[in-house]
C-alpha cells in the first residue's frame, strides 16, 4: 500500500483535473474537514482568500438550524454517515458564506474513501425563490377558490334579500338538531310566520317597500331569539324560526309573544310608516312530528289556524297545549291589566298579643279581585307573576298600599305595625332598600311600623348574599321576621348570623296542637322551635291558630303572639271598629 502522502497527491491530482472540467463548486472533505477547493467554490462562497476555506467543516458554512428547525450540525453528521456508508448522498442545504450571506444549495456527497468525501455545490436560491413564488401563488389560488366556493355555497344556502338561511339550511340544521334532540330525549320547537295582510303593502306601495319592509322583519326577527336559533325565510312573506332544546311550551310561547310585539311595533321606510302584524303557528318535536316535513306542515296549520282566529296570534298545533298555554298567557295579560287597572286588593289578618290579648300588628294580604273569576288568592297568581316578571312591580304596589294603610291607622289612634311578604324576586333586587326607603317616606309611615317577612326558603336558598341584604333592609329601621319556620332546614347558626326580630312558626305544625288532647304525643316540634327562638331573643308567633286548645297551649309554652281565624272568631278586634274588616 502506498503512503499516506502519496495517497493525498493522487487525491489532489484527481481533485485537481476533475476541477478543471466542472464549473460546480467543489470540495475535498478529509475527517469531515476541507482540505480542498475549487475557484467555483472560493466564488460561491465569498471567499477573498483561496485558503480560507481549508480546514472548516460543512457545518461551519451552515447556520445554527435549518429551516425546519433542524440543528445543522445534527443534521449533517447523519447525512456525511449516509454518504460513507452508501457511497453518496444528495439533498439541499441552506448554507453560509465566508460574509454571512445564505443561499440555499443542493448538495453531493461522494465517499472516495475512509472518511474522505468529495462535496460538490450548486446555488439553487433562485430556483427556491421561484419553488416559493409557485407555491405562494397555488396558495392564493387555493384561498380564492375556497373564498368563490364558500360565496357560492352562502348564495344557495342564504335568501338574497334577507340574507337568512333558506329552506336547504334550515333543513340542514333541522335534521342536526333533532339528531341531538333524540339523543338527548330534549324538545325543539318550530314557529311557521306569515306577516298578515302583506300582499296589500306590495301592490299598494309597491314590491321595493315590501322588499324593505321583509328586510326589517327580518332583522327584528333575529333580535327576539338566542344566538343558538335559527331564523329562517322561506320566500314570500312566510318565515321559519327554529328553537332548539326548549326548556318547555312556555319557553316557546314567549318567544312567539315577543316575536308579535316587535313585529306590531311601527316600521318606519321613508316616507312611508308602516303597522302590520304577522300570525305564528307552532309546533313542538316530538309532539308533533318525527320528520321535519311533518313538523313544518303541521306549525304551517297551526298558523292558518291563528289567522282565522283573528290573526296578530299564535296557534299550537296540539289542541290540548294549545288550550293550555293560552290560558297562560291570557293569565298573564290579565295580570299586566291588573297592575294598570289596579284591580288587586289587601285583606289584613291581625297579629294578637297571647299576654295581653291586644292586637300588635296586622299581615297584609294580596288578593286579585278578577273581572270574570271572582276575587283570588296569591296561590292562584304568583307563579305566573313571578315567570312574567311582575313580581317586582305587584310586590312594590303591595309594600306601598300596605305603609299608606298603616298610616292610616296610626292617624285614627291605633298604633298598629303593618307586616308585609317579600317575595324571591323582590329579595334579588340591588335597589330593594332604596325601594322600601322611598316607600316609608311617601306613606310617612315610622321604619318600626313596617314589618318586613321573608320565608325560611329563601333565607336558605340565597345564604350568600342574604346576610348584607338583611342587614341593609335592618338599617333602614324596620323589623325583620322569618315566615315558614320549620318548613325548611335553617340552620339554628344562621339565625344568630341573621338580624331577625321575629320567628313565624309555620300553620301545619299548629294543627298538631289539637291531636294531643286526645291522647296523641305533645307536638314536640312547636316546643322546641318557641324554645329555640326564646333563647334567641326572637318574638315568636304561630300562624294558623283556630281552636282555644291551640292557643292554650301555645301560652303554656311561652309563645308570645298568634294569628289565625280564631283572632276574628273570638273578640280580639274589638275596639278596632272594624280597622280591618274587608279589603283596602
Keep these: 500500500m502506498a503512503p499516506a502522502h502519496k495517497r493525498d497527491e493522487s487525491a489532489g491530482a484527481d481533485f485537481r483535473a476533475m476541477v478543471a472540467h466542472t464549473s460546480d463548486a467543489l470540495l475535498l472533505l478529509q475527517d469531515g474537514r476541507v482540505v480542498a477547493s475549487n475557484p467555483a467554490a472560493q466564488a460561491l462562497f465569498e471567499c477573498d482568500q483561496p485558503d480560507r476555506l481549508l480546514g472548516l467543516g460543512l457545518v461551519d458554512l451552515s447556520p445554527l438550524q435549518q429551516a425546519e428547525g433542524v440543528l445543522s450540525a445534527r443534521a449533517l453528521a447523519d447525512l456525511m454517515a449516509d454518504a460513507l456508508r452508501d457511497g453518496n448522498r444528495q ?3 441552506c448554507c ?3 460574509g454571512g450571506h445564505q443561499f440555499w444549495a443542493e448538495v453531493l456527497l461522494t465517499a472516495i474513501g475512509p472518511q474522505r468525501v468529495y462535496a460538490v455545490i450548486r446555488d439553487i436560491s433562485a430556483r427556491k425563490q421561484d419553488q416559493l413564488v409557485m407555491y405562494l401563488a397555488l396558495l392564493a389560488d387555493v384561498a380564492d377558490r375556497r373564498r368563490s366556493e364558500e360565496q357560492t355555497r352562502h348564495l344557495a344556502e342564504h335568501d338574497f334579500l334577507t340574507d337568512l338561511p333558506n329552506r336547504v339550511l334550515l333543513l340542514d340544521r333541522l335534521s342536526l338538531a333533532m339528531a341531538a334532540a333524540r339523543r338527548k330525549r330534549s324538545r325543539l320547537a318550530i314557529l311557521f310566520l306569515d306577516l298578515d295582510r302583506f300582499k296589500n303593502i306590495n301592490d299598494t306601495l309597491g314590491h321595493h317597500v315590501g322588499d324593505q319592509l321583509l328586510q326589517e322583519v327580518a332583522a327584528r326577527l333575529v333580535r327576539c331569539v338566542r344566538s343558538v336559533d335559527t331564523v329562517s325565510r322561506q320566500g314570500g312573506d312566510e318565515f321559519v324560526i327554529m328553537l332548539p332544546e326548549i326548556g318547555g ?3 316557546v310561547a314567549h318567544v312567539a309573544d315577543t316575536v308579535l310585539h316587535a313585529i306590531s311595533q311601527e316600521f ?4 312611508h310608516r308602516l303597522h302590520v302584524s304577522t300570525s305564528i303557528g307552532i309546533s313542538i318535536y316530538p309532539d308533533d312530528g318525527a320528520e321535519h316535513d311533518t313538523l313544518i306542515r303541521n306549525a304551517d296549520l297551526a298558523m292558518y289556524h291563528a289567522k282565522e282566529n283573528g290573526r296578530n296570534g299564535f296557534q299550537f298545533f296540539s289542541p290540548e297545549m294549545n288550550a293550555q298555554i293560552v290560558e297562560r298567557v291570557t293569565f298573564e295579560n290579565d295580570l299586566r291589566r291588573a297592575l294598570r287597572e289596579q284591580q288587586f286588593v289587601l285583606e289584613y ?7 295581653s290579648a291586644r292586637p300588635l300588628a296586622a299581615e297584609a294580604l294580596l288578593r286579585w279581585r278578577h273581572p270574570t273569576l271572582g276575587l283570588l288568592l296569591p296561590e292562584r297568581f304568583i307563579t305566573v307573576a313571578e315567570d312574567c316578571g311582575l313580581m317586582v312591580p305587584i310586590g312594590q ?7 299608606r294603610e298603616a298610616k292610616r291607622w296610626q292617624d285614627a289612634g291605633h298604633a298598629l305595625a303593618v307586616a308585609v311578604n317579600l317575595s324571591q324576586t323582590q329579595f334579588l333586587q340591588r335597589n330593594l332598600a332604596d325601594s322600601i326607603g322611598a316607600a316609608l317616606v311617601a306613606s310617612g309611615l315610622a321604619p318600626e311600623r313596617l314589618e318586613l317577612e321573608l320565608t325560611e326558603a329563601i333565607i336558605m336558598k340565597h345564604v350568600a348574599t342574604a346576610p348584607d341584604t338583611l342587614r341593609a333592609l335592618r338599617a333602614l329601621g324596620v323589623r325583620l321576621a322569618i315566615d315558614d319556620f320549620g318548613t325548611g332546614y335553617t340552620r339554628v347558626g344562621h339565625l344568630r348570623e341573621y338580624p331577625f326580630d321575629k320567628l313565624k312558626i309555620d300553620r301545619t305544625f299548629i294543627g298538631d296542637i289539637d291531636g294531643a288532647i286526645d291522647g296523641a304525643p305533645a307536638p314536640t316540634v312547636v316546643t322546641a322551635i318557641i324554645a ?3 333563647s334567641l331573643g326572637l318574638t315568636v308567633l304561630a300562624e294558623g291558630v283556630e281552636t282555644e ?4 297551649f301555645l301560652a303554656q309554652q311561652g309563645c308570645h303572639q298568634f294569628q289565625g281565624r280564631y283572632v276574628r272568631k273570638n273578640g280580639f278586634l274589638d275596639g278596632l271598629g272594624g280597622l280591618l274588616d274587608g279589603a283596602s
Design 91 to 93: 439533498f439541499e442545504w
Design 96 to 98: 453560509v458564506g465566508c
Design 249 to 251: 311550551v312556555d319557553q
Design 268 to 271: 318606519v321606510l321613508e316616507p
Design 349 to 355: 289578618e291581625a297579629q294578637v298579643d297571647i299576654a
Design 397 to 403: 304596589w303591595v309594600l306601598e298600599q300596605a305603609c
Design 532 to 534: 329555640m327562638a326564646r
Design 549 to 552: 286548645t291551640q292557643l292554650h
